[in-house]
Every structure is written in C-alpha cells, then in structure tokens.
C-alpha cells in the first residue's frame, strides 16, 4: 500500500556530542536546518494532488502554493520525501523563521501573495517512498543513495534542495563550527548508517551548536532563596528591559548560589504587570516572582533566535557573572555568541 498522511516522522533526541559508533553503528552526519517540519506526497496516479504534512500531520500545502505547484511539475508520482521548510527573505538577504511562521499561518487566497514574497524551499533529507513502493525498512545508506539518485536522475534545483550529508566526523565538525554562523543552520542530525526509518521513534540524535552569553534576571520561579528558573532580560536601545527568554530548572547548587544575591524587586519594575509565556510559542504562562534587575547570568544558548532577540529554545545557567554589571550586558537583538568578557 501507499503511504498516505499522516505519517508519524522519525524524531530525534538532543545530544550534547557526536554519539559513540557503538550506539548506532557506522554514523551519518546532516546539517540541522532551523524551519518547519514537513512531509510531502506526490499522487499515486493521474488525478491526484500534491500533499504536504506537518511534524504534527496536519494539511498544510494550501500554506504552501509554490511548493505544491512545483511538486507537480518536478517530481514523480508515488513519492514520499522527508524534510525542512525553509523561507528565504530577498530582502533581508538570509532565512527567515519569522516570513516562515507567517507563511505557515495563512491559507487560500492570501497564501500565493505571501509566496510571491516569500518563496519557500525543501530540503530534503529522506525518501520515504519511491516509485509507489514504501521504502521505510530500508537501512539509511539506500535510502540516502535513492534520495541523491532522484535528485540527479530528474535535475532538481530551488525549490528543492539535498540535504548535505557527511560521513567524515571532522567535516561533521567543522560544519558544528563554521556553518551555524550562517542564519537558519543551528547545528547536525547524526543518524546509523543502517538504521530503518521508524516512525514516531527518537531513533536520531541532534546536536545544536551553543555558546556562551550574557542576560539580566528579571523573574524567577520558585521562591527567591530556592529559585527554580530564571526569566532573562537585555536592554534595547531606549534602556527598556526586554525578555529574551529563560533557562531550564536550575541545578540545586547552582539555584542556592543565585538565592544568595537575588533580592525582591523594588516597585516600578519594568517588568510588572507582564506574563511569561512557559515555552516559545506556548499559551501557558510562569508563576513568576520580579527580583531586583542587577544581576547578570551567564548562559549556554543554541542558534535558534528570532530577530526580534529572543531565544526559541532555554537556555542553560553556567554562572553568576558578579564581576560585570547590567550596562556590560549584550544589548537586545544582539545574537548568542557575544559576551560581555
């Protein structure tokens, strides 16, 4: 049978290095696109339609005009691919998560204009399907192998793109530490070079590259002497304190260091009054108490920043920075890899 959607993708779980060959046999390393999840079919047959799926299976290729039409007319029938929307912003000159949120958030006939100025593009990372045969068993060094071979065999370029793939580790490094300064690449998918495609399974590790950076605490949860998380802050040019984001649960040593120096805030905090959403995106908000602004936090951030200068993913506490103050702070906007020194 034909796959349809949904399909449950493969996932994959965080690593903070590249896995032992032990854990998955001989390794594949993919470069880790910042952009929206998305599984595409092409009809089986005459009469069909072009189908795209979110991570989460829902319809979205009438978000997604352009990318349907060209499926269409480029691709052939009775395949599956695997891979990452991406927004390319002509003007801004770089990819763009904020046009991709946009994009993903509009249908009929507001969505060709959005593509007009916002072409999307694929890169394809897994076939799933080939020629109306489901391939998913397959281990990944065919299925890479079929996926290059439909690239070459049918000339594909924008909006498709093949995902680069390596199985050298110091390439693989390299990539870690040169191509995540390029927006919209944040890090590798490391993957078994005989491993099936599982769905639904986090068969698959992911390392995003993190550096090191500095922020203001603003709010915590918990209590001020046993602070479970920090809620961060920067000032933008105006001297406003803005909220960029906040860390995982604190560690219980490193939370009884904070509530050493944390002291309630004083009235006419900038942040009062404001809700902190739990998570990026979510509607759920902190139980969060306002602490006195002048102390700053040293924290490990991965690439994953709106332009705005909020942190998509949290951030880890590494230290107290007691030896700077809040003006040596990075201002808003500015991106993880800056440090106040």
């Given at each position: 049978?034909?796959?349809?959607?949904?399909?449950?993708?493969?996932?994959?779980?965080?690593?903070?290095?590249?896995?032992?060959?032990?854990?998955?046999?001989?390794?594949?390393?993919?470069?880790?696109?910042?952009?929206?999840?998305?599984?595409?079919?092409?009809?089986?047959?005459?009469?069909?339609?072009?189908?795209?799926?979110?991570?989460?299976?829902?319809?979205?290729q009438?978000?997604?005009?352009?990318?349907?039409?060209?499926?269409?007319?480029?691709?052939?029938?009775?395949?599956?691919l695997?891979g990452?929307?991406?927004?390319?912003?002509?003007?801004?000159?770089?990819?763009?998560?904020?046009?991709?949120?946009?994009?993903?958030?509009?249908?009929?006939?507001?969505?060709?204009?959005?593509?007009?100025?916002?072409?999307?593009?694929?890169?394809?990372?897994?076939?799933?399907?080939?020629?109306?045969?489901?391939?998913?068993?397959?281990?990944y060094?065919?299925?890479?192998?079929?996926?290059?071979?439909?690239?070459?065999?049918?000339?594909?370029?924008?909006?498709?793109?093949?995902?680069?793939?390596?199985?050298?580790?110091?390439?693989?490094?390299?990539?870690?530490?040169?191509?995540?300064?390029?927006?919209?690449?944040?890090?590798?998918?490391?993957?078994?070079?005989?491993?099936?495609?599982?769905?639904?399974?986090?068969?698959?590790?992911?390392?995003?590259?993190r550096?090191?950076?500095?922020?203001?605490?603003?709010?915590?949860?918990?209590?001020?002497?046993?602070?479970?998380?920090?809620?961060l802050?920067?000032?933008?040019?105006?001297?406003?304190?803005?909220?960029?984001?906040?860390?995982?649960?604190?560690?219980?040593?490193?939370?009884?260091?904070?509530?050493?120096?944390?002291?309630?805030?004083?009235?006419?905090?900038?942040?009062?009054?404001?809700?902190?959403?739990?998570?990026?995106?979510?509607?759920?908000?902190?139980?969060?108490?306002?602490?006195?602004?002048?102390?700053?936090?040293?924290?490990?951030?991965?690439?994953?920043?709106?332009?705005?200068?909020?942190?998509?993913?949290?951030?880890?506490?590494?230290?107290?920075?007691?030896?700077?103050?809040?003006?040596?702070?990075?201002r808003?906007?500015?991106?993880?890899?800056?440090?106040?020194?």
């Open positions: 049978m034909t796959l349809r959607p949904p399909v449950q993708p493969m996932l994959a779980q965080a690593a903070e290095s590249v896995p032992g060959p032990g854990v998955l046999g001989p390794l594949a390393f993919e470069q880790k696109f910042d952009g929206f999840r998305a599984l595409l079919f092409t009809p089986a047959g005459p009469g069909g339609r072009v189908l795209m799926q979110s991570r989460r299976g829902a319809l979205i009438d978000r997604f005009p352009d990318l349907a039409a060209a499926a269409e007319q480029q691709l052939p029938d009775g395949l599956v695997d990452e929307l991406l927004i390319w912003d002509p003007e801004e000159g770089r990819l763009s998560f904020e046009a991709l949120q946009r994009r993903a958030a509009v249908r009929g006939r507001n969505a060709p204009p959005l593509a007009a100025r916002w072409p999307a593009y694929f890169v394809a990372f897994d076939v799933l399907q080939l020629g109306g045969e489901e391939i998913m068993n397959r281990p060094v065919e299925r890479r192998a079929l996926l290059e071979d439909l690239f070459a065999d049918h000339g594909l370029t924008a909006p498709w793109t093949l995902c680069p793939m390596t199985t050298d580790l110091a390439t693989a490094r390299e990539w870690l530490e040169t191509w995540t300064d390029v927006s919209g690449v944040e890090g590798l998918v490391v993957k078994g070079m005989n491993q099936r495609y599982t769905q639904a399974a986090r068969g698959w590790y992911k390392i995003r590259r550096d090191s950076t500095e922020a203001v605490i603003g709010a915590v949860t918990g209590t001020l002497a046993r602070p479970q998380l920090l809620v802050g920067r000032h933008d040019s105006t001297g406003r304190l803005r909220a960029v984001g906040r860390t995982v649960p604190l560690r219980p040593d490193a939370s009884r260091l904070v509530g050493e120096y944390l002291a309630a805030a004083a009235p006419g905090h900038p942040w009062t009054g404001v809700r902190f959403a739990a998570a990026w995106g979510s509607r759920d908000v902190l139980d969060a108490t306002l602490v006195r602004p002048d102390l700053v936090a040293e924290v490990s951030a991965d690439r994953a920043i709106d332009r705005g200068g909020v942190f998509r993913h949290p951030l880890r506490f590494k230290r107290l920075r007691t030896d700077v103050t809040v003006e040596d702070v990075p808003f906007g500015v991106g993880p890899n800056t440090a106040a020194g």
